[in-house]
């Protein structure tokens, strides 16, 4: 992901993986999407991404750097 400045507004989504279905969890900062990841379940959190305007990373990627 190139934009690491904590304010930047992101979309949390989970991607269903039966179905592929995008629900998104949450559009604000990334700080506020972090921690709304970090309060899922783990097998949730393997289908979490983080979308901004230029770019979308898994967020187990992203936390593993």
Known sequence: M???SDDVP???YHL???GGAATTLLYGSLMD?????AAQPEDVQAGLFLQTSNDVVAYLDFIEG
């Open 2 to 4: 190139r934009t690491v």
């Open 10 to 12: 992101v979309r949390l």
């Open 16 to 18: 269903d993986e039966d």
């Open 33 to 37: 999407a972090l921690a709304a990841a």
